[in-house]
Structure formats: structure tokens, C-alpha cells
């Protein structure tokens, strides 16, 4: 069974931070690893997708990267903005369904 | 394109009430899907479909049911609501399977039963 986790919960850095968020997930046989920003009380927006086949996608100032064989994924951010603060959710794709097994989220707090 | 549409945004159930989610998207997509989040939790799937007139169990199903007339519209039902049911519920489509899909996200329906 496939599990996702998420270090750490929350992270508060100055503005200007380049910043690393770590997901893990125990079964390597995925899809796709997706990476999603949620603000409080609002619902998900996708930020990055990784095929199984790829090792790293980026957009703008995130860079996210797969690495299946060590069940691992990062998010990059740099030059970090009070604008990004928000959770983090990692969630691992795979099946003949493409079902999405979430982390548990990283809270991020840049501050100005 | 709406992308994908829930309502209500919020709701207020009684104990042993139902109700309906309404989700539809405009994306002509096959797949879609029901989520609900737990305060501090991640998503935990409640049922999915891969196309119209065919729906199957995800991890959380039990108290809720789906239907899947056309492509468009995927429905949850709550028969009689339990406080445990207090959550917030995603519905989230992608157009198939694979490598490189992608699942979009409504703006989510915050139910709470008291």
C-alpha cells in the first residue's frame, strides 16, 4: 500500500530563502508525482508534475525533481516571497486509475 | 473553461440529514474523482470513476455514494450524515490515465454536521 509523508510540517523562513520541501513514498511503481499549493480554506492548485520517466520539471521558481528508486521527491523554491506562504501537498499517481495518494502537507511561512 | 465547479461551497447538515455534492467539469474529461480533508490532514480518496456509468470504492466510501450519468456531472451522496463526515470534499477530474495526467481540483465543499 502506498504512503506519502511529508517533512517537515511546517517551515518558516525569511524572505529571500531558497528553501528545499521533502515528500517520500514507499512504492516506486508510480505514475506520476504531483506537487500542489493550498491556501487556507481554498482548494488545490497544481503546481508541478513529474512523469515517472522524468527526473525534474520546473515553473518559474519551482523546481521539483523524482527520484523513484529512493521513493523521493523535492520541491524547490527559490528566492522565497510572503506570497508563497501556503501548504504544500505532494500526492503520488499511479494504477490503472491514476489514484492520487496525498502527503500530509508542508505549512510554509516566509516571512517579509 | 469553469474547470471543475462544486456547490455548495458550504453546508450545514443535522445528524441523519443528506444531502447531495454537486461536481461538474467542462473539460471533457473521463476520470474523475471525490476527496475529503480532515483539519491538518491530507486527501483521502472516497470514490472515483473512469467514465460515465462506471464508478468503484476508493479508500474512505463508507456512508457516501456516487453516481455517473454523463461525463460531465459526478455527484456524492451523504444518506445519513454523521458528525464523522464533518470534512472538506474535492472533486478533482483528469482526462485519462498514465504518465503524465494531471488532476484538476474544484474549489471544494466544507461540510460540517452537527
Known amino acids: 500500500k502506498q504512503e506519502v509523508t511529508q517533512i517537515p510540517a511546517a517551515l518558516s523562513v525569511p524572505e529571500g530563502e531558497n528553501l528545499v520541501l521533502n515528500c517520500s513514498f514507499t512504492?516506486?511503481?508510480?505514475?506520476?508525482l504531483q506537487w500542489f499549493r493550498q491556501d487556507p480554506g481554498k482548494g488545490l492548485t497544481s503546481l508541478l508534475l513529474?512523469?515517472?520517466?522524468?527526473r525534474e520539471q520546473t515553473s518559474g521558481r519551482l523546481n521539483a525533481s523524482l527520484d523513484k528508486s529512493s521513493g523521493r521527491s523535492t520541491l524547490y523554491i527559490a528566492a522565497s516571497q510572503p506570497g508563497d506562504s501556503a501548504t504544500y501537498l505532494c500526492?503520488?499517481?499511479?494504477?490503472?486509475?491514476?489514484?492520487?495518494?496525498f502527503g500530509t502537507g508542508t505549512l510554509l511561512a516566509v516571512q517579509p | 473553461n469553469a474547470g471543475v465547479t462544486q456547490t455548495p461551497k458550504f453546508r450545514i447538515l443535522k445528524i441523519g440529514q443528506s444531502m447531495t455534492l454537486q461536481c461538474t467539469q467542462d473539460m471533457n474529461h473521463n476520470y474523475m474523482y471525490w476527496y475529503r480533508q480532515d483539519p491538518g490532514m491530507g486527501l483521502k480518496l472516497i470514490y472515483y470513476s473512469v467514465g460515465a456509468g462506471i464508478t468503484d470504492k476508493g479508500e474512505v466510501p463508507n456512508g457516501y455514494n456516487v453516481s455517473r450519468s454523463t461525463t460531465e456531472d459526478f455527484p456524492l451522496r451523504l444518506e445519513l450524515a454523521a458528525p464523522s463526515q464533518t470534512s472538506v470534499y474535492f472533486c478533482?477530474?483528469?482526462?485519462?490515465?498514465?504518465?503524465?495526467?494531471?488532476?484538476?481540483f474544484g474549489p471544494g465543499t466544507r461540510l460540517t454536521v452537527l
Open positions: 500526492a503520488a499517481g499511479g494504477g490503472a486509475t491514476n489514484k492520487l495518494i
Open positions: 513529474i512523469q515517472s520517466s522524468q
Open positions: 478533482a477530474s483528469s482526462f485519462d490515465r498514465g504518465l503524465g495526467n494531471e488532476q484538476f
Open positions: 512504492d516506486s511503481a508510480i505514475y506520476n
